[in-house]
């Protein structure tokens, strides 16, 4: 069965440090993956997604992934936190079973920036 | 441009009351629609997803229902809520087709308190 971890619930850094949010995902099939953001209060907003033109995704907002199918992860990252980036992060992976109508979600991680 | 759209945008609701809650999306005909629940500090939970008009899949058994009445219309509905039930929903759509690459897309979400 396909499915997504995510490593670490909260994740805090400094403005300006590196982001790193861990993602790894279960799939027997090529899979597609997607990064999404929440902000508070707020419905999920795409980052960047993964369709194997590239392994080396870039997003929105400076933020950009990599697709290591040895190491079976989707890690997201970007170089110097803002502190608009404190939001929730969802990982989350499609397949072909059922015609890639479903995706499945990470528990997510909660991204804090502090000054 | 494609619009989401969810009402009502909070709700508090005694227990065993009935609901209602709509999404409608702008835009874009024939998509494939969805039904998610965040509980409080939990990730996305596939309730509902439709392929089409009256054509409705249950992912998680419960006191929950959904219809789509028209092409660009969903609704979720319960005839007794239960203090489970209280969560923030989300309704998303996606193109239809069989392409991992097609992505959801999210609504604002309804905050729903269950009293």
């Known amino acids: 069965a396909q499915s997504v971890t995510q490593l670490g619930s909260h994740v805090s850094v400094s403005e300006g440090a590196l982001v790193l949010l861990r993602c790894n995902y279960s799939s027997s099939v090529p899979p597609y993956l997607f990064w999404y953001v929440q902000y508070p209060n707020q419905g999920l907003q795409l980052l960047l997604k993964?369709?194997?033109?590239?392994?080396l995704v870039k997003g929105i907002n400076g933020f950009e992934a990599e697709f290591k199918k040895s190491e079976t992860s989707f890690h997201l990252t970007k170089p110097s936190a803002h502190m608009r980036d404190a939001a929730e992060y969802f990982c989350?992976?499609?397949?072909?079973?059922?015609?890639?109508?479903?995706?499945?979600f990470g528990a997510g991680t909660r991204l804090a920036v502090h000054p | 441009s494609q619009t989401i759209h969810q009402w009502p945008a909070t709700l508090v609701q005694p227990v065993g009351s009935p609901l209602s809650l709509e999404c409608t999306v702008e835009g874009t005909s024939n998509p494939n629609l969805y039904w998610y629940r965040q509980a409080a500090g939990r990730g996305l939970q596939l309730l509902f997803y439709?392929?089409?008009?009256?054509?409705i899949s249950s992912e998680v058994p419960q006191n929950l229902s959904a219809s789509r009445p028209q092409d660009r219309q969903f609704i979720l509905s319960s005839k007794k809520l239960l203090l489970s039930d209280s969560g923030f929903y989300l309704c998303a759509w996606r193109l239809r087709g069989t392409s991992g690459a097609y992505e959801q897309y999210f609504g604002p979400g309804t905050r729903l308190t269950v009293t």
């Open positions: 993964y369709t194997s033109a590239a392994t």
């Open positions: 439709s392929v089409g008009i009256g054509q």
């Open positions: 989350a992976v499609t397949w072909f079973s059922g015609g890639y109508n479903k995706l499945i």
